[in-house]
């Protein structure tokens, strides 16, 4: 070098150098105890993760190549510099050449025959100084921690997400096992998350590690809903069983009812048109009944409830009917008893009006009163006999009516 350096200026630079050499031991220390090194160093990695931690690790290897360069370098300066207190002109050219020249000798490297020519050498050295050395080793160490870093980040993140999902899960499995239902769905989310956990584990790095999670959420939540639902039918089966034994008594009761009744009016009502009432509506529910009570046990819940959702509303149809059938039929005996009273009271009206004695007002209440009052009755002739009845009388009234106006 053709500027020497001066016994100060060596001194110093000297101490800069090893206590460079001391932090970048330290540095290199803390980077193999960083927790993504242990994460990444025993894993069977794949994919981007796989990319960047080979290209870490070649770093990592070199890193501590140079760092042992760097360190002998600094011994070597040391020795010089322990020859004398006052060190002459020829070991400050010697410092000065350690401690700034380019005395650092990298790898060779070999040269293609294409690129050295007839007469060039076959492999090149590069020759840099500590200075340089020093500023590919922080480059090459903020990359690798980069790498590290990421992973550990990223891994936390994940695992910070698997954990949570894993005793959702294990509870729903739990559930999903007493009440008979959603087995295979739960197998099917285990292995979407063992397949995200694997994916973790092996190529953390991707921006894809933990894109299942989301749906793997969602249908845990699913069955977080639907199982205690389940539960919950499964819980009140037998009184719901009950509920429908006491819906078919009373679709029982009414066609019973139905069927006494009709059997009175087609004794009282002519020609009603009804059939006779069966048991065609308790019949199927019962049969619905048997068949929901046979399957228990050997069903899920799930299935279970949607049968007995569908009887619920079979069996409500059912006694719907039933009562719909039976007002039909009293409703022809209500129907004779309203043409009863109405004839009464026209018959009042009359003699209220002073028509007591009129014989053909008497005619024709006679005869609204001998169908009314035969049996059976026929219904459609009474309705027109209490027209006629009530249209006489009317015709009896409207004029004295119109002459008090």
């Given at each position: 070098m053709d500027v020497v350096l001066s016994r100060d200026e060596v001194d110093r630079a000297l101490a800069a150098v090893r206590g460079d050499s001391d932090r970048i031991a330290?540095?290199?220390?803390?980077?193999?105890?960083?927790?993504?090194?242990?994460?990444?160093?025993?894993?069977?990695?794949?994919?981007?993760?796989?990319?960047?931690?080979a290209q870490a690790r070649t770093a990592m290897a070199t890193l501590w190549e140079q760092f042992a360069t760097y360190r002998d370098m600094v011994a070597r300066a040391q020795e010089v510099r322990a020859r004398r207190s006052r060190p002459g002109d020829e070991e400050l050219a010697e410092l000065t050449d350690l401690l700034h020249g380019r005395v650092v000798e990298l790898d060779s490297e070999a040269v293609p025959i294409e690129r050295r020519g007839l007469t060039g050498p076959a492999q090149v050295t590069e020759r840099i100084t500590l200075a340089e050395l020093l500023t590919r080793m922080r480059q090459a160490f903020d990359t690798v921690t980069a790498v590290l870093a990421a992973a550990e980040s990223a891994w936390s993140a994940a695992i910070g997400r698997f954990d949570p999902l894993d005793r959702r899960l294990h509870a729903v499995s739990v559930q999903a096992e007493s009440v008979g239902a959603a087995v295979g769905e739960v197998a099917a989310i285990r292995r979407d998350l063992d397949r995200a956990r694997e994916l973790v584990l092996t190529d953390v790095l991707t921006v894809h590690a933990t894109d299942a999670l989301p749906d793997v959420e969602r249908r845990i939540a699913d069955l977080e809903t639907r199982l205690p639902r389940l539960a919950r039918v499964r819980d009140e089966f037998t009184a719901r069983l009950v509920a429908f034994e006491a819906v078919l008594s009373?679709?029982?009761?009414?066609?019973?009812?139905?069927?006494?009744?009709?059997?009175?009016?087609?004794?009282?009502?002519?020609s009603p048109g009804l059939p006779v009432p069966g048991e065609h509506a308790s019949s199927a529910v019962r049969a619905r009944l048997r068949r929901l009570r046979a399957r228990q046990g050997s069903e899920g819940w799930d299935v279970l409830a949607r049968e007995a959702d569908d009887l619920e509303r079979f069996a409500t149809t059912a006694l719907d009917g039933a009562r719909t059938a039976l007002r039909a039929i009293t409703g022809l005996l209500d129907r004779r008893a309203e043409l009863r009273g109405r004839l009464e009271a026209y018959q009042v009206k009359a003699a209220r009006l002073g028509h007591a004695e009129d014989g053909e007002l008497s005619r024709l209440h006679d005869e609204a009163h001998r169908i009314l009052f035969t049996a059976p009755c026929d219904l459609a002739a009474a309705t027109r006999a209490l027209n006629r009845y009530r249209q006489a009388i009317q015709d009896r009234t409207?004029?004295?009516?119109?002459?008090?106006?």
């Amino acid at each position: 070098m053709d500027v020497v350096l001066s016994r100060d200026e060596v001194d110093r630079a000297l101490a800069a150098v090893r206590g460079d050499s001391d932090r970048i031991a330290e540095s290199l220390v803390e980077m193999d105890a960083h927790p993504g090194h242990k994460l990444l160093k025993d894993a069977a990695l794949t994919g981007l993760t796989a990319r960047r931690w080979a290209q870490a690790r070649t770093a990592m290897a070199t890193l501590w190549e140079q760092f042992a360069t760097y360190r002998d370098m600094v011994a070597r300066a040391q020795e010089v510099r322990a020859r004398r207190s006052r060190p002459g002109d020829e070991e400050l050219a010697e410092l000065t050449d350690l401690l700034h020249g380019r005395v650092v000798e990298l790898d060779s490297e070999a040269v293609p025959i294409e690129r050295r020519g007839l007469t060039g050498p076959a492999q090149v050295t590069e020759r840099i100084t500590l200075a340089e050395l020093l500023t590919r080793m922080r480059q090459a160490f903020d990359t690798v921690t980069a790498v590290l870093a990421a992973a550990e980040s990223a891994w936390s993140a994940a695992i910070g997400r698997f954990d949570p999902l894993d005793r959702r899960l294990h509870a729903v499995s739990v559930q999903a096992e007493s009440v008979g239902a959603a087995v295979g769905e739960v197998a099917a989310i285990r292995r979407d998350l063992d397949r995200a956990r694997e994916l973790v584990l092996t190529d953390v790095l991707t921006v894809h590690a933990t894109d299942a999670l989301p749906d793997v959420e969602r249908r845990i939540a699913d069955l977080e809903t639907r199982l205690p639902r389940l539960a919950r039918v499964r819980d009140e089966f037998t009184a719901r069983l009950v509920a429908f034994e006491a819906v078919l008594s009373d679709i029982e009761a009414v066609e019973a009812t139905a069927r006494q009744t009709h059997a009175a009016m087609v004794e009282k009502i002519a020609s009603p048109g009804l059939p006779v009432p069966g048991e065609h509506a308790s019949s199927a529910v019962r049969a619905r009944l048997r068949r929901l009570r046979a399957r228990q046990g050997s069903e899920g819940w799930d299935v279970l409830a949607r049968e007995a959702d569908d009887l619920e509303r079979f069996a409500t149809t059912a006694l719907d009917g039933a009562r719909t059938a039976l007002r039909a039929i009293t409703g022809l005996l209500d129907r004779r008893a309203e043409l009863r009273g109405r004839l009464e009271a026209y018959q009042v009206k009359a003699a209220r009006l002073g028509h007591a004695e009129d014989g053909e007002l008497s005619r024709l209440h006679d005869e609204a009163h001998r169908i009314l009052f035969t049996a059976p009755c026929d219904l459609a002739a009474a309705t027109r006999a209490l027209n006629r009845y009530r249209q006489a009388i009317q015709d009896r009234t409207q004029p004295r009516e119109e002459r008090a106006e």
